[in-house]
């Protein structure tokens, strides 16, 4: 029977608050468009540009018309000329923007691994305790060094001596402290943290500059950041696309020729230009800095950018029962009389049992008599001449001794053989009901008293696990989004089948060992699955390595977090369905954006097709729609609106596209409505107002 | 029965036909490109060549195999052109030009049959039969062959074997495309197609001039002309020719009959993959392209508002009074959409928009309904894309028939794309810029733009039709249209077979709530959109200054 396991309620600080939030977060600064400029035009080096194929054949266009404009100046080729280079610019800010959000954080994260001093143990033996100081960059992996209390961490490493209060707001931003501690899950710190309390030795298990602290940094800079498979495969694309709009518009001139109305290289860059999906190149690589920044700032650390993108895929989550799907502990729910006894006499004893039971149990005892029967909690001191035994895991029992009544709450057979110890017969009073309450996978605990030397049996109180607000309908989101939940748990299956149904999960495994776990993993994976998991111990490690998404809780061992390709410093379980939803968002807003800029194009042949012929074959005026003022400003506007669109973007490229769980049906109508079907009307409209604004210009035709 | 009723009465026809052949002859090609059992006749073929039928390829070899095939199937019919003079049935036919008999043997080798040349004072019977019909059967075999490789790319899982280049290839032949033009060819002369080995008929015009007709198994060519999607007539004037085509029933025949495999292949997708559903969207897609280019066609030619055509009564230049405007611009969308090039009007004689609209057509990449094989190829690897963007907007990597979209079937996707629009902006471009190629335009301006862009655009796309009156015959046009021929060929080829490797050696992925669908209206509407602004957006700019300056 499982009861009572002493243990401090896991920290869930985001819990509520993140399901309410989801995914979203990250509005644009306007005042970082100006700060980010000095970065936007670095970037404008040939060098950096030549990884960005589409904005580097811009950029290149834009070279040639300024040559060009130089030898056949005009208002509207210098003012195309300017219309180009900033449309490059754009494009650089939007990364400059995108990167400028991470360099903040970083700034703080650099403060935290100031150059410390660390206490080197010199002989293996911690006990003896003799220490060379040296400077932290020195350590190597295995030194082990003390740490006191208001010491900063040298490194990483595992606690392997001690325990102490840590104070970790220097990386997870969290103020309240932390336990850590040898042996157990709990046993990683992190370096740059600080000891509030006591005296740990910790094993160093980072080599110098690979700590967590300067893998933080170079990820929310993007200095590490590798093209993720996604985006690879989009680069890809786009730049087949731009070979064809290249040879499109270089075999134009030949036709052009031929049809007596040879065009000017000003013009046809701007054609160019205005076909090559310059909107998603532009913003290809802000999504992606955006999006490990999204994940930054729900405090999760992702090793890989394909990380990430795997969430977004994932099949299967596996989610630990305890703290995920319920509350970390079990909670009273009823109290259950033995016969002849009245409810509210049990109640009462249960509630003055449990005064002096700090556990999480004990006080949903208290909370549950208060609310349900009316008795006010009375604290330690209102009653007179009372002994309170408090629960320790020997005994498994607390109570009170007052007026000669003892009264004793706790582990059904710990209580029962208390009672028969003092002559009572518990079994027949409440061996049913204890029995019942376990079969439905509830905890039942007893209650009893001993008055002048006759022990009585009370009754029984019902614990039961209790699941999280809004669960139920996350998962059946889940479901919607074509992801199947499963319920990982230590509970008997009957315990685990009752919880499931209320939880609302796919499935579950019952009494799941650390190799069961692989095992169903592995069989996951087999079926073409991707599985992503959380886990904290040791013992997870290995699943951690196997999922395709592995989360590992900051508050877990250094060898969960090795074997994870993720880490949430909030170490809350429920991240892991934010984490696929922002793994989603990712995909959905180059799917989107890359949409959008194709869907463009249409609107911008109507300006510039008849704008370059029209000249030469009055038929073609036909295609001029949009009735623009002048061949000039018909191109000049088109020009505009694809450099400005690119500004116009960039929140939403920061921001990522509104994501609401759905299927993938309403969610490609939604957003090939919003921007396919936006993405060719727009421009029409843009363009067309552009052209009202610029026919007024003095010197433009 | 007026014209409208007629027109309509005919694609009316053609529609319920196709609908009623889609099913048995698509789930027959299914059987016979999956069935563990040869024929006899195969056995024999396999003992011959040394082809051991059980034998998987690697799509490395699968693809060598086909290019070594095309490259000895060119070198061969090269050399039977070269050596006419010495051959039988030669007719008196002389040994043809280097330049033209390397652009005749690409053609056919390629599933082209863009003829440079006049097929009845060029070719003897031994060239026409021994290599150019050979070829019409060995192209467009090769074809389906790519194309069920393909698929087998997707129903396999972790597995590097496509099947048998050559089995697949000798059954096609055997059990598809000899059975078929047999009854086709039947049928062809029943309604009145020549069949014979005459040497040439000595006739006194009404004039008084002496005129040579030349005979030939026409019938039993134009039937595997049509099924092949090849487009290679025994005459010059091809289907307009009234020993190849001499009435509307048989035009009506002949246009079912280009059309029939392509389309029958969606059904064989379907059922390989093992999801009908899928097959009956991309038949959709094909159907939607090719009936709105038929009513486009059709309009801009019967509501012509040229002064000359609205004198005349109808457009009818260049179109064969026994057809009329409807069942020309009905066919003419079925030969250009197929990659078949056959005509039966001449295309340079259709309004600026029409004829703009017939190299729209072709300029989709052949998948309205497309070639035998290629059509179903060609739209698969559209499919592919749309479904990347697509995929990436429902938020996960995208996935298509149980197998991701990664970076590398991107890349193959992105190359195939690419492929076309570059040959054939470039060796347009190319004409265009000098004075040589430019001479063989017979009308100035926006027209003559459009005579050389339809060639390569033709031979690129492996459809054959010409748009007439470009005099190809030269030594510019013989060698470029050849490499375009060869080019646009192989080299898509190649990609697909890349992809069919690189698909079949994924594992096949469940289909959740979260898998994008891909047979629903939203996905073909989807497909619909993606070919058209593709194709749109590439040509755009050179068909304004050619068929739009024209018609506009």
Redesign the interface.
């Known amino acids: 029977m499982t009861t009572m396991i002493q243990e401090p309620a896991v920290p869930e600080p985001m819990s509520s608050a993140a399901a309410a939030k989801r995914v979203g977060a990250g509005l644009l600064d306007p005042k970082m468009l100006l700060t980010s400029l000095p970065d936007a035009a670095r970037k404008l080096d040939p060098r950096v540009m030549a990884r960005n194929p589409v904005m580097f054949v811009v950029e290149i266009g834009a070279v040639f018309s300024t040559v060009t404009a130089f030898s056949s100046s005009s208002t509207f080729s210098w003012s195309v000329v300017v219309w180009l280079w900033l449309t490059v610019l754009f494009a650089n800010l939007a990364e400059a923007v995108a990167e400028g959000r991470g360099k903040a954080q970083a700034a703080t994260l650099r403060k935290a691994k100031t150059e410390t001093t660390a206490h080197r143990l010199i002989a293996t033996d911690t006990l003896s305790g003799e220490t060379e100081e040296i400077m932290a960059s020195q350590l190597t992996l295995g030194d082990r060094v003390i740490v006191v209390a208001g010491q900063v961490i040298p490194g990483d490493g595992d606690v392997i001596e001690g325990v102490a209060s840590v104070d970790e707001s220097a990386i997870t931003g969290e103020s309240a402290p932390v336990i850590r501690e040898s042996g157990g899950d709990r046993s990683s710190v992190t370096g740059g943290t600080r000891v509030l309390s006591d005296r740990i030795v910790v094993q160093i298990t980072a080599k110098p500059g690979e700590s967590f602290i300067d893998r933080m940094i170079a990820l929310v800079e993007g200095a590490s950041r590798q093209k993720t498979p996604n985006e690879i495969a989009l680069n890809i694309l786009l730049a087949s696309l731009t070979i064809v709009f290249v040879a499109a518009t270089a075999t134009l001139q030949p036709f052009a020729v031929f049809s007596g109305d040879e065009q000017s290289i000003v013009v046809l860059v701007a054609l160019l230009v205005c076909l090559i999906p310059t909107t998603i190149g532009a913003l290809l690589s802000a999504i992606g800095i955006a999006g490990m920044d999204r994940l930054v700032q729900h405090n999760v650390l992702a090793m890989s950018g394909r990380a990430v993108e795997a969430a977004g895929d994932v099949n299967t989550l596996l989610l630990d029962k305890t703290g995920t799907i319920t509350l970390g502990n079990r909670q009273a729910s009823a109290f259950v009389p033995a016969p002849g006894v009245e409810i509210d006499r049990l109640a009462d004893a249960a509630q003055l049992s449990s005064l002096a039971d700090e556990t999480p149990e004990g006080r949903s005892i208290v909370v549950l008599a208060k609310s349900a029967y009316g008795l006010r909690e009375r604290g330690e001191g209102e009653i007179a001449r009372a002994r309170f035994v408090p629960f320790t895991a020997q005994t498994r029992m607390s109570g009170i001794d007052v007026d000669g009544r003892q009264i004793r709450k706790g582990a059904a057979a710990a209580v029962m053989a208390w009672v028969r110890e003092n002559g009572g017969h518990p079994t027949e009073d409440v061996g049913a009901a204890v029995d019942a309450i376990s079969a439905s996978g509830g905890t039942p605990l007893v209650v009893a008293e001993v008055v002048e030397g006759v022990a009585h049996t009370l009754g029984v109180v019902h614990l039961k696990d209790v699941v999280k607000d809004g669960i139920r309908e996350r998962f059946a989101e889940m479901r919607r989004m074509g992801i199947r939940t499963v319920m990982i748990t230590g509970d008997n299956p009957l315990t685990a089948k009752a919880i499931a149904e209320e939880a609302g999960v796919d499935d579950f495994l019952a009494e799941a060992t650390p190799e069961d776990k692989i095992a169903l993993i592995k069989k996951e994976q087999e079926g073409g699955r991707l599985v992503a998991m959380t886990g904290d111990g040791t013992n997870d490690a290995p699943a951690l390595a196997q999922a395709d998404v592995g989360v590992a809780m900051n508050s877990g061992t250094s060898a969960a977090k090795e074997a994870g390709n993720m880490v949430d410093l909030d170490s809350n379980p429920t991240k892991l369905i934010e984490i696929v939803e922002i793994g989603k968002q990712l995909l959905i807003t180059r799917g989107a954006l890359t949409t959008f800029s194709i869907a463009n194009d249409v609107a911008k042949y109507f300006a510039i097709i008849p704008a370059m012929f029209a000249g030469v074959y009055p038929g073609l005026d036909k295609l001029n729609i949009m009735k623009l003022h002048s061949p000039e400003s018909a191109i000049l506007s088109a020009v505009i609106f694809n450099a400005l669109i690119i500004i116009g973007l960039i929140p939403l490229a920061l921001r990522g596209v509104r994501y609401t769980p759905s299927s993938a049906g309403s969610m490609l109508r939604r957003n090939l409505l919003i921007y396919g079907v936006g993405g060719i009307v727009s421009p029409f409209i843009g363009i067309k107002l552009l052209d009202l604004v610029i026919s007024q210009i003095p010197g433009i035709r | 029965m007026s014209d409208t009723t007629a027109g309509l009465l005919q694609a009316g026809a053609l529609i319920a036909a196709l609908a009623l052949c889609w099913r048995p002859l698509g789930d027959y090609m299914a059987r016979v490109v999956t069935s563990e059992k040869d024929l006899r006749v195969e056995r024999g073929i396999y003992r011959v060549i040394g082809v051991d039928s059980k034998s998987d390829q690697r799509w490395s070899v699968y693809a060598a195999s086909v290019v070594a095939f095309a490259f000895v199937g060119v070198v061969v019919l090269y050399v039977i052109q070269r050596v006419q003079a010495h051959l039988p049935l030669s007719l008196g036919f002389k040994g043809v030009d280097p330049a033209l008999a390397f652009n005749t043997a690409a053609s056919f080798v390629t599933n082209t049959n863009w003829q440079a040349y006049s097929g009845e004072s060029t070719m003897g019977h031994v060239a026409q039969m021994a290599g150019l019909a050979v070829q019409n059967f060995i192209s467009a075999a090769v074809g389906i062959a790519v194309a069920v490789a393909l698929i087998r790319g997707f129903v396999r899982s972790r597995s590097d074997r496509l099947g048998n280049f050559w089995v697949d290839t000798i059954r096609i032949i055997i059990r598809v495309l000899l059975p078929l033009s047999v009854l086709a060819a039947i049928a062809l002369i029943l309604m009145g197609a020549i069949q014979n080995f005459s040497t040439g008929t000595d006739v006194t015009t009404l004039l008084g001039h002496h005129q040579t007709i030349t005979g030939g198994p026409v019938a039993s060519q134009e039937a595997i002309k049509e099924l092949g999607t090849n487009g290679g007539g025994f005459y010059n004037a091809n289907s307009a020719h009234p020993f190849e085509n001499p009435t509307a029933l048989s035009n009506w025949f002949e246009n079912f009959l280009l059309l029939l495999i392509p389309v029958a292949l969606t059904r064989t997708f379907g059922t390989m993959v093992g999801d009908r559903r899928q097959g009956i969207a991309l038949v959709s897609v094909m159907a939607a392209l090719w009936g709105t280019l038929v009513v486009a066609v059709t309009t801009f030619e019967v509501h012509h508002h040229g002064t000359a055509l609205q004198a005349a009564g109808a457009a009818m230049e260049g179109k064969e009074t026994r057809f009329g405007e409807w069942a020309s611009a009905l066919f003419a969308v079925s030969t250009t959409g197929t990659s078949t090039g056959a005509v039966n009007s001449f295309h340079s004689s259709f309004t600026g928009l029409g004829g703009g609209a017939l190299i729209l057509n072709m300029g989709l990449g052949e998948i309205s309904p497309g070639g035998v094989g290629s059509g179903i190829y060609g739209i698969l690897v559209l499919a592919i ?1 749309t479904v ?10 995208p996935e298509y028939l ?1 197998k991701k ?3 590398r ?3 193959l ?3 195939y ?2 492929t076309m ?2 040959i054939v ?2 060796g ?3 004409a ?2 000098f004075a040589t190629p ?1 001479a063989s335009m017979l009308n100035a ?2 027209h ?2 459009s005579e050389v862009l339809y060639s390569f655009m033709s031979a690129t796309n492996n459809n054959g039709s010409a748009f007439a009156g470009l005099s190809a015959n030269t030594p510019f046009y013989n060698v470029a249209l050849g490499i375009a021929m060869l080019l646009g060929r192989i080299l898509p080829m190649l990609f697909v077979l890349g992809l069919a490797g690189s698909l079949g050696q994924q ?4 289909k ?6 891909t047979h ?1 209206p ?2 073909i509407g ?1 497909l619909i ?1 993606v070919a058209v ?1 593709v194709a ?7 068909l ?3 068929p ?2 024209e ?2």
């Open positions: 894309m990347f963007v697509a995929g990436l907007m429902v938020g996960r990597t149980h979209i990664t970076g079937e991107i890349k996707v992105s190359l794309i690419l629009p570059v902006l470039v347009t471009g190319i265009m810029s430019r301006g926006p003559g733009l594992q096949k992925i469940p959740t709530p979260g898998t994008l669908p629903g939203l996905f989807m959109g602004i749109g957006l590439t040509f755009f700019p050179v304004a200054l050619g739009l300056a018609g506009l």
